[in-house]
């Protein structure tokens, strides 16, 4: 099984801020990688598949680049409603995974 | 418009059987490359995929629960069932049916939290 790891676990920030959160593969999952923001009480939303390619409807701060194992999720100035936990997962093999998320909060 | 919803039981006894139904619309699962699946997210905890249906029927599970784990498609009533066996109270969670493309999960439903407890 692939184990997703995300760092880091939880990031403090204001608004404005550039953000990077990484996530790392235990092994290579080519550009299988995909990306997903919860609110509390609410569903995860996609806002990166395919490793880079923005989602419809999702606003262009957010961006994801990687490839192979190493992968990053970008935020280029944090919004009020940015606030939330992100979730790496990899559709590269059976089992899915995703990773254990990192939380946003606000300084 | 993909919309899903999921409904079933709220709260289930040890040792019981879940059945989940995620009825869904604006998307048809006899669409070549389309599926719906599971994943399930324990209270203040990660999210878990547990299972998926392909448009042509191919399933795929969880290899740590895929003794316990039954999917099936209605095509005609596009609902999507998940039943899991032997129900145990670490198996509480909120339980999310959602539309898989494209190697991604692209649109959710809302969720239904599940309670395992005598």
């Known amino acids: 099984d692939i184990q997703m790891t995300q760092s880091p676990s939880s990031l403090s920030a204001s608004v404005g801020d550039r953000v990077t959160i990484t996530c790392r593969a235990s092994?290579?999952?080519?550009?299988?990688l995909n990306w997903y923001q919860q609110k509390p009480g609410k569903a995860p939303k996609l806002l990166i598949y395919?490793?880079?390619s923005l989602q419809s409807g999702v606003p262009s701060r957010f961006s994801g680049s990687g490839s192979g194992t190493d992968f990053t999720l970008t935020i280029s100035s944090l919004q009020p409603e940015d606030f939330a936990t992100y979730y790496c997962?990899?559709?590269?093999?059976?089992?899915?995974?995703f990773g254990q998320g990192t939380k946003l909060e606000i300084k | 418009q993909i919309t899903l919803k999921e409904s079933g039981p709220t709260l289930v006894k040890p040792t019981q059987t879940l059945t989940l139904t995620c009825t869904f619309s604006?998307?048809?699962?006899?669409?070549?490359?389309?599926?719906v699946g599971w994943i399930r997210q324990p209270p203040g905890k990660a999210l878990e995929w547990l299972a998926l249906?392909?448009?042509?029927?191919?399933?795929r599970y969880s290899p740590s629960l895929k003794s316990r784990l039954t999917i099936t498609k209605d095509t005609s009533k596009n609902q999507v069932v998940l039943t899991m066996t032997n129900m145990d109270p670490v198996d509480t969670a909120t339980y999310y049916c959602?539309?898989?493309?494209?190697?991604?999960?692209?649109?959710w439903g809302q969720g239904t939290l599940v309670t395992v407890s005598s």
């Open positions: 092994q290579s999952i080519s550009s299988y």
């Open positions: 249906i392909y448009w042509d029927d191919d399933k």
């Open positions: 959602a539309h898989y493309f494209s190697g991604a999960w692209g649109n």
């Open positions: 997962q990899q559709s590269y093999s059976t089992p899915q995974s």
């Open positions: 604006g998307f048809s699962l006899s669409t070549s490359g389309v599926g």
């Open positions: 395919a490793a880079s």
